[in-house]
């Protein structure tokens, strides 16, 4: 079974000695991941990050304060 390179598009081998399937080098791995972090396409911390900073606001908001039930 042969796969194109997500990097170079170069037709390689899919078996199970490439360890860098579906590249066909390291070298296309690296690059391809290269971009991954360059481009940012995902970053999975960062909208969480947001999100949690925004459960704090509501937590911290004085307007819900628990004592104010107490009157
Ligand atoms: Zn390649």
Not at 14 to 30: M, T, V, Y
């Amino acid at each position: 079974m042969k796969v194109a390179c997500p990097t170079c598009q170069k037709e390689s081998e899919w078996n199970s000695d490439n360890s860098f399937r579906p590249f066909c080098c390291e070298r296309c791995k690296l690059i391809d991941l290269g971009e991954w972090a360059n481009e940012s396409k995902t970053i999975p911390g960062q909208p969480s990050f947001e999100a949690a900073e925004s459960i704090e606001d509501l937590g911290g908001d004085p307007g819900i304060a628990p004592e104010d039930r107490l009157h």
